[in-house]
């Protein structure tokens, strides 16, 4: 022990060290959200909550429909109640407050600590360590999934990828076992996560094929029995009418799979290199053939699908859903950023020395896993969530190394700019920040200037509807779940991809003419109108046509079978009883 205080070497390497910076984490988080406010940040952690509400309240557990949206069909959700539960049991127990606040800093807890078994695994020294449990804030992506209120699944999805990927870099029965359960969890929340799933799978089969121990049929034997499990237990009877949830033909596959996995170590030539690779090959075909016929057009992308106005209006103008050639300039750096971090922090490991002792495969699983999850962000923003949590060991080794040497430079300001560019050039932080004042000048087509010119200044809260007589809202998409959340009332539609023809309903109404939205909103009995002029969403539809129903309700003289309810005169929000 160091006379002069703690010897923090060793105690990094502690599971103290983990709740350290897990605890100062919560502590800064909770302190500042008093500023921030208590209301859930998007639409989907509002729906979270409404789900989790209407649990609470007695509504069945394999019943996730959600009945406040276009009552009394209600609307249809592939939502797993895996998320639901710690909400659900913090908030029976302490608080719906309490419960919002926790949960997402609890998620943060597992994945600190799967961090550490990974750092430890791949021997990293004690300052790689402790940067690695510090850095998180770095990365754009990461402190607005593990804030208080921010309940969606986002969070729980990249939490089970990193605890699989610390467990694919293991080399025993039970990590495969625990990884496939992991993985069954990952994919239960939502069925997103499968194309990594399937890499893990490939990973298990590489490490096969160079002759490691057989942890593939292990893997896909829990990945099957627990997707077996987690659905049923779930979700109950699954619904074979959607595609965007696991279905038995998944099931079906993985269970044939794990099959065909225990049974290739008996088969001949499984003691050379080529055999090993020659029947992995010939079972990923066979499994593949097996799904595309077990899963027939669910074995396509669902959002395929979608009707016209819908990808137009709203699935093609979610940011974080577009590939990273859609994305503004500030984004899709950050996004290679993520990437490029990976690649070299591998390398760094390779040139350092650190393959020694048996690294070298822990190390590349790691990285290749890591590597698959970036791409598949420049593809899908949100799956950079994922990326940038695999990728903080890289930048964690890569900080190490250059960090020290650039705080040993002797003059004030070469020191200074090398420590800036050493944290600088190894997480996306900077570079991402950097890039923003790019954005207006190269728009993305959801902040085109067209859509910014539009947007009222202000923010909206929709408690002050509360206090009119109960009805049903007709109201933008994104509006709907805090409607819900903040008062009684009904509403037509939100953005849930199984209800496509209420909501495609609302998007025809805003975006089209005066006329033809009055005949929409009287199919559907609405009482009331509501729209946020400060919202993005808002913004897009008013730039449909000049004169088209958003702006028609955003102008000084709106049509006049709506009539204005008074409200606050500084608010964007603008609330009309539609007059019969």
């Given at each position: 022990?160091?006379?002069?205080?703690?010897?923090?070497?060793?105690?990094?390497?502690?599971?103290?060290?983990?709740?350290?910076?897990?605890?100062?984490?919560?502590?800064?988080?909770?302190?500042?959200?008093?500023?921030?406010?208590?209301?859930?940040?998007?639409?989907?952690?509002?729906?979270?909550?409404?789900q989790v509400r209407a649990w609470l309240d007695g509504q069945a557990t394999w019943d996730v429909t959600q009945y406040r949206m276009n009552p009394p069909e209600g609307f249809s959700m592939h939502w797993s109640r895996l998320v639901d539960l710690p909400l659900a049991a913090l908030a029976w127990l302490l608080g719906e407050r309490a419960a919002l606040a926790l949960v997402p800093l609890i998620w943060l807890l597992p994945a600190l600590f799967a961090l550490r078994a990974i750092m430890l695994r791949l021997g990293f020294s004690a300052i790689a360590i402790a940067f690695g449990l510090v850095i998180l804030p770095l990365f754009p992506l990461l402190p607005g999934n593990f804030?208080?209120?921010?309940?969606?699944?986002?969070?729980?999805?990249?939490?089970?990828?990193?605890?699989?990927?610390?467990?694919?870099?293991?080399?025993?029965?039970?990590?495969?076992?625990?990884?496939?359960?992991?993985?069954?969890?990952?994919?239960?929340i939502s069925l997103e996560g499968l194309p990594?799933?399937?890499?893990?799978?490939?990973?298990?089969?590489?490490?096969?094929?160079?002759?490691?121990?057989?942890?593939?049929?292990?893997?896909?034997?829990?990945?099957?029995?627990?997707?077996?499990?987690?659905?049923?237990?779930?979700r109950g009877p699954v619904d074979t009418a959607f595609c965007d949830i696991l279905l038995p033909g998944h099931m079906l596959t993985f269970t044939a799979a794990a099959m065909i996995a225990a049974i290739i170590p008996f088969m001949p030539w499984q003691e050379r290199v080529q055999g090993r690779f020659v029947a992995l090959a010939a079972m990923g075909l066979v499994c593949l053939q097996l799904a595309m016929a077990l899963l027939g057009q669910c074995a396509t992308n669902p959002m395929a699908q979608l009707d016209p106005v819908l990808?137009?209006?709203?699935?093609?103008?979610?940011?974080?859903?577009?590939?990273?050639?859609?994305?503004?300039?500030?984004?899709?750096?950050?996004?290679?950023?993520?990437?490029?971090?990976?690649?070299?922090g591998w390398w760094q490991a390779h040139r350092s020395g650190m393959f020694h002792h048996g690294r070298a495969l822990p190390f590349t699983l790691l990285c290749l896993l890591a590597l698959a999850a970036g791409g598949y962000s420049l593809l899908v923003m949100r799956e950079g969530v994922v990326a940038q949590l695999l990728?903080?060991?890289?930048?964690?080794?890569?900080?190490?190394?250059?960090?020290?040497?650039?705080?040993?430079?002797?003059?004030?300001?070469?020191?200074?700019?090398?420590?800036?560019?050493?944290?600088?050039?190894t997480t996306p932080l900077f570079a991402s920040a950097f890039a923003k004042p790019l954005d207006r000048h190269f728009p993305a087509e959801t902040m085109s200037p067209d859509v910014l010119a539009m947007r009222e200044a202000g923010t909206c809260t929709y408690a002050a509807l509360s206090r009119l007589p109960q009805g049903k809202v007709f109201a933008p998409l994104d509006a709907g779940p805090a409607i819900l959340g903040q008062s009684d009332h009904t509403i037509v539609a939100a953005s849930y991809h199984r209800n496509q023809q209420p909501m495609a309903d609302v998007l025809n109404a805003l975006t089209g003419e005066v006329s033809d939205a009055r005949r929409m909103i009287a199919s559907h009995d609405a009482d009331y109108v509501a729209i946020c002029g400060a919202a993005s969403d808002v913004a897009l539809y008013g730039t449909a046509s000049p004169d088209n129903f958003t702006n028609a309700l955003l102008s000084e003289t709106p049509p006049d079978w709506l009539a204005p309810v008074p409200s606050d005169s500084d608010s964007p929000l603008r609330v009309y009883r539609v007059i019969r």
């Open positions: 022990m160091d006379v002069r205080g703690l010897d923090w070497r060793g105690f990094v390497r502690t599971p103290w060290a983990v709740l350290a910076a897990w605890l100062a984490w919560c502590a800064v988080r909770l302190a500042i959200q008093p500023l921030l406010g208590w209301e859930p940040v998007g639409p989907d952690d509002w729906t979270r909550l409404l804030a208080p209120l921010r309940i969606d699944h986002h969070a729980p999805q990249a939490v089970l990828a990193l605890v699989c990927a610390a467990l694919l870099i293991r080399d025993t029965r039970r990590s495969a076992v625990a990884c496939g359960v992991c993985a069954a969890a990952w994919i239960a990594l799933v399937a890499v893990i799978a490939g990973l298990y089969g590489l490490r096969y094929g160079f002759g490691e121990r057989a942890l593939l049929p292990w893997f896909l034997g829990a990945l099957a029995a627990s997707a077996w499990l987690f659905s049923h237990a779930t990808q137009t209006w709203w699935h093609g103008a979610i940011a974080e859903g577009l590939p990273v050639w859609r994305q503004p300039v500030s984004v899709a750096l950050m996004l290679v950023w993520t990437v490029a971090i990976i690649a070299a990728a903080i060991p890289f930048a964690a080794l890569l900080l190490a190394h250059f960090l020290p040497r650039a705080r040993a430079i002797a003059a004030p300001v070469p020191r200074v700019l090398a420590t800036l560019a050493a944290i600088g050039l």
